[in-house]
């Protein structure tokens, strides 16, 4: 098992808390801040997903104005993650 604490930049939310198991495949994510009922839905839509497709799937997603989103920087700490 695998623990990725990743500050965010640039969104409501202020943290997220990532397992991954042996395989890299997400056990769990715990956004610490943010919409609520969005965070959830990511974290229960990504439960079970590989890390490298979540990241395929929600680098790069903007929210509104912003050059990023609470699940763009879930890709970003992924990346950062698996680089560990």
């Not at 808390?17 to 009922?37: Q, S, W």
């Amino acid at each position: 098992m695998k623990t990725i604490t990743y500050n965010t930049s640039g969104t409501c939310s202020r943290q997220i808390l990532i397992t991954l198991n042996d395989e890299d495949t997400v056990e769990n994510v715990t956004f610490i801040g943010g919409c609520t009922g969005n965070t959830i839905g990511i974290s229960r839509l990504v439960k079970g997903m590989k890390a490298t497709e979540v990241i395929a799937r929600l680098k790069g997603t903007m929210c509104g104005m912003k050059r990023t989103s609470c699940p763009d920087q879930l890709a970003l700490a992924l990346e950062e993650g698996l680089k560990q």
